[in-house]
């Protein structure tokens, strides 16, 4: 496993727990119009997954040879991942400060 796919895996778990935490809590405020946060975030998960498998796959395919994938498919495919991930990262960064900024008020 490389280092990207360890640090994809790593912010899928923690983004699962967060998905789990909020998902545990059963309120009214849970869901909005029948769209549930932590289906949203599992949603948001598995759309960044797919993108980085894909662009694996590509990458593999191409380095075996394959004449139906051309660089530049590669190429684009492990850019929109790497921005599918930059971008998963900084929402766990806000979601998580928010949570924290929430746990910390008084009431």
């Known amino acids: 496993m490389s280092v990207a796919a360890a640090g994809l895996?790593?912010?899928v778990q923690q983004m699962q727990g967060v998905a789990q935490q909020a998902g545990?809590?059963?309120n009214a405020?849970?869901?909005?119009?029948g769209i549930s946060f932590a289906g949203?975030?599992?949603g948001a998960?598995?759309?960044i997954d797919g993108l980085?498998?894909?662009?694996d796959a590509k990458a593999v395919a191409f380095s075996r040879g394959d004449s139906n994938v051309a660089l530049?498919?590669?190429m684009v495919d492990m850019q929109k991942s790497s921005v599918a991930m930059e971008m998963g990262i900084q929402v766990r960064n806000r979601?998580?400060?928010?949570?924290?900024?929430?746990?910390s008020m008084q009431v």
């Open 9 to 11: 895996q790593a912010l």
């Open 29 to 33: 405020a849970q869901q909005v119009g």
């Open 52 to 55: 980085k498998q894909t662009a």
């Open 40 to 42: 949203e975030l599992k």
């Open 95 to 103: 979601v998580l400060n928010a949570y924290r900024e929430i746990m």
């Open 45 to 47: 998960i598995d759309r």
């Open 72 to 74: 530049n498919d590669v």
């Open 24 to 26: 545990g809590h059963q």
